[in-house]
């Protein structure tokens, strides 16, 4: 660490490489004519520079953390230590992904501004989300009078689909309590078993239109607004909506899955669901390791 202007600067000794910086015609050649002089990057140097190191670590180096920590517990040049624990039980909790690259393109998500994930709208239903709560239009800003949750992935297994409908299920409601006059309809498959689990919850949704039906296309219209194929009983129609919602399918972190396969456990989603009310712990094939499920 080093003071630069009245700034401590952290130094990350693992940057690999400095910045690349663009080519340029030399300036005898720029005499005479109006040719560009920065000619950006050739194919070496954009490979170069897409596999540097940012060391994007959140820490900008102000170091006002350290000046306001009065007991000093922050030290700038404290390295990593990796040591063992011996412990007599270990619980392993899920954490979900639910990864963009699984939907399909047909749903316009990256290509339609107003086609949004029900992750992105968990984070406009939040009061310290980026719209501080309110449920917009990528596109221009505007409350939408219509949403549509469109079920983006096929087959599933019943937890895991469960899991995916009750998220989708309780961000309408939320989206309906802060826009009573909008319209909002889900389009999802396999609905009966979630019906019969969630009736009495299901049946007072007066607002909420749930719909037994697939989606196979989302169409931009005009101002963005976004028309819809729907499927059911073998014809389909159209609709449009000014929002729409992909619900996503969940799956089990990265860390997790790494974590369960050095435990020598064989485990997949499903595996951290419970039937019944309440948290849970499940055994595996492991005595000592257990699962913190979800219900």
């Known amino acids: 660490m080093y003071e630069h202007k009245g ?34 990057f050739d194919e070496e140097r954009a490979v170069r520079e897409a596999k540097r190191c940012l060391s994007c670590r959140r820490c900008l180096g102000c170091a006002l953390c350290w000046a306001e920590c009065k007991p000093e517990a922050i030290v700038f040049e404290m390295e990593d230590e990796y040591y063992d624990v011996e412990a007599d039980a270990v619980i392993i909790s899920s954490g979900v992904e639910r990864p963009h690259d699984r939907i399909d ?24 989300g980026p719209s501080n709560g309110l449920v917009i239009r990528p596109y221009d800003g505007e409350i939408p009078g219509s949403i549509g949750f469109v079920q983006s992935y096929g087959a599933a297994s019943p937890p895991m689909h469960g899991a995916a409908l009750c998220l989708a299920i309780n961000e309408a409601i939320l989206a309906c309590h802060k826009l009573p006059q909008s319209e909002i309809e889900v389009f999802a498959t396999d609905l009966e078993e979630f019906r019969i689990k969630h009736k009495a919850a299901l049946d007072d949704l007066k607002e909420i239109k749930i719909n037994e039906a697939s989606v196979s296309g989302v169409q931009a219209t005009e101002n963005e607004n976004l028309e819809l194929t729907i499927s059911t009983n073998g014809s389909e129609t159209k609709k449009v909506f000014e929002l729409v919602v992909l ?17 020598g456990l064989s485990l997949n989603y499903a595996s951290f669901f419970s039937e019944g009310e309440g948290a849970v712990l499940l055994a595996t094939d492991n005595e000592t390791v257990e699962l913190a499920a979800q219900t």
Request: proline share 4%; net charge negative; hydrophobic share 35%.
């Open 7 to 40: 700034r401590y600067i952290v130094e990350f000794p693992d940057i690999p490489a400095e910045r690349q910086h663009q080519i340029e015609i030399d300036v005898e050649e720029r005499r005479g004519n109006y040719n560009e002089v920065e000619l950006g």
């Open 247 to 263: 619900i996503t399918q969940p799956q089990l972190s990265g860390e997790v899955r790494k974590m369960s396969k050095d435990l």
């Open 105 to 128: 393109l047909s749903f316009g998500l990256g290509q339609h501004l107003n086609v949004i994930t029900d992750l992105q709208l968990a984070g406009m239903l939040s009061e310290a």
